[in-house]
């Protein structure tokens, strides 16, 4: 059974940055598109960013282009979002999440492998 664990969240400011990175508990990144979601409270999860299997692609969701940038370790155990210019409407639970394709891809019914989740706080 692989697990994925996230760490990384916490409280920020507006315009702060932070770090998120998800490690895996055997080596199945390496094969696997990789994404972050998240979920805001009384919210549906929604997609974040994902790269693919060789770490070449990557998609992320219009709300949060060219300021999160994600990516993954050469050994294929972890991958990482890094977040700037982070803004109150970030705030959510962020999960990491394996896929059942090397395509990076941001349809939820592809990832079978989820972490438990990080909490992400931006205060205004």
């Known amino acids: 059974q692989v697990q994925l664990q996230e760490s990384g969240g916490g409280l920020a400011q507006a315009g702060a940055s932070l770090r998120l990175a998800c490690a895996a508990s055997?080596?199945?990144?390496?094969?696997?598109?990789m994404g972050w979601f998240r979920q805001a409270a009384g919210k549906d999860r929604e997609f974040v960013a994902a790269i693919g299997w060789k770490g070449g692609t990557t998609r992320y969701a219009d709300s949060v282009k060219g300021r999160f940038t994600i990516s993954r370790d050469s050994a294929g155990n972890a991958v990482y979002l890094q977040m700037n210019s982070l803004k109150p409407e970030d705030t959510a639970v962020y999960y990491c999440?394996?896929?059942?394709?090397?395509?990076?891809?941001?349809?939820?019914?592809?990832?079978?492998?989820w972490g438990q989740g990080t909490q992400v706080t931006v205060s205004s």
């Open positions: 999440a394996g896929a059942r394709t090397p395509v990076a891809t941001e349809q939820t019914e592809l990832y079978s492998y």
């Open positions: 055997r080596r199945i990144l390496s094969n696997n598109a």
